[in-house]
């Protein structure tokens, strides 16, 4: 089984002043799922994987692949298989001893079920045609395609990838994506694939885990982390063009801001009773694709400036300015307002977020408030 099973992991790395890396982080990898590590730089994704590999020591918890606990096992003898962001090729080999040398090393199989491995994972790949080519004479693409190679000759129950597209151009990058979306379709081998570029991370994925700080922010479902991050840092970190962000707080029934007032629905209200934990003072965000342009005088509509108008393939980011906050739309193509006016805005309540600007959390992303709390309140 390819299940993997990270439990209440840390890692801290000693010195003068012990630095925590990984900060208590559990979650649970289904067999043959792809999950994805995103976050930003230092956020402790590649350490978490690396962890995974055997290829650093946990401080504190328990990983298992399948059913064993791989604490203090070697990464020979993990079952795993991982492609490095540079490729980790032996200059001085051809691409099938970069592919093959593994197995030579570790293994007591014979000769021909080496090169029979070889030739499907090279078929795979589409890198037939350069087995007796060096490292350095193949493109940064091929390189890859050979390092991914000489992970699925070991036939592993878990492959992990730390960031292998960084290096690529955007264009390969894009080629590759799919290439190992339908590499993982057909073997249906777990996945565990780590990169800080969310747009790959959406698109590859059958789950995400978002860290930062060495803490796990958040896992699910692309959809559900992009339509109900958990806290404003997943909200933020999640999109592009970012989701937009206003400081409000709460009088009476509307939320209030510097250059708007918004009334709330009975839907909004009872989870600001239920989860604001009496606090009054918010974030309020909306992602670009919720807001559409509307006339002046429909409820809760917002007057803001529009001063740049940015097409981008098949639609036009407009930028906004909302007396010194601003607020990027995106709309059709074929939408396209002059600039240096003021219209008329309107967000759609139902995708709207709402984060306490004490912690972060989004209050609007927990669960339906019930009749007996709403009523009790």
Not at 130 to 156: F, W, Y
């Amino acid at each position: 089984m390819g299940t993997v099973s990270i439990e209440n992991v840390r890692k801290v790395y000693g010195g003068d002043s012990d630095i925590v890396a990984v900060d208590d982080i559990s979650f649970e990898i289904e067999d043959g799922e792809f999950l994805t590590i995103v976050g930003p730089s230092g956020s402790g994704k590649s350490t978490l994987l690396r962890m995974i590999a055997g290829l650093e020591d946990i401080t504190d918890g328990t990983i298992r692949i399948g059913d064993r606990v791989v604490n203090g096992v070697q990464p020979q003898d993990r079952d795993v298989a991982m492609v490095f962001q540079n490729y980790a090729l032996y200059p001085h080999m051809t691409a099938r001893k970069n592919m093959s040398y593994g197995l030579q090393l570790t293994t007591d199989l014979p000769e021909d079920e080496i090169n029979r491995r070889v030739m499907e994972a090279a078929e795979m790949m589409g890198v037939t045609d350069q087995l007796d080519k060096h490292p350095g004479n193949l493109s940064g693409g091929q390189q890859q395609r050979i390092a991914t190679g000489r992970a699925i000759v070991r036939e592993p129950s878990v492959f992990l990838f730390d960031e292998p597209l960084s290096n690529l151009d955007a264009k390969l990058r894009l080629h590759m994506r799919t290439e190992l979306q339908q590499l993982q379709d057909t073997l249906g081998t777990t996945t565990v694939y780590v990169t800080h570029d969310q747009e790959e991370a959406m698109t590859m994925s059958d789950r995400i885990a978002v860290v930062d700080g060495g803490e796990l922010q958040q896992i699910g479902t692309p959809e559900e982390i992009y339509n109900e991050p958990r806290n404003l840092f997943v909200g933020d970190f999640v999109g592009n063009p970012p989701m937009n962000q206003f400081k409000v707080r709460l009088s009476g029934t509307s939320l209030v801001a510097d250059g708007f007032s918004y009334d709330l629905s009975e839907r909004v209200l009872e989870h600001i009773k239920q989860y604001a934990d009496g606090v009054d003072e918010f974030v309020l965000g909306i992602r670009p694709e919720n807001i559409t342009l509307t006339d002046s005088d429909e409820p809760n509509a917002v007057r803001a400036y529009l001063d740049v108008r940015e097409p981008v393939g098949s639609d036009n980011y407009l930028h906004f300015d909302i007396e010194g906050e601003e607020c990027w739309v995106r709309v059709p193509g074929d939408v396209k307002p002059d600039t240096n006016q003021e219209l008329s805005l309107a967000f759609d309540e139902e995708r709207l977020h709402l984060f306490r600007q004490s912690d972060g959390i989004n209050i609007l992303a927990q669960e339906e408030p019930s009749l007996e709390a709403a009523a009790e309140q």
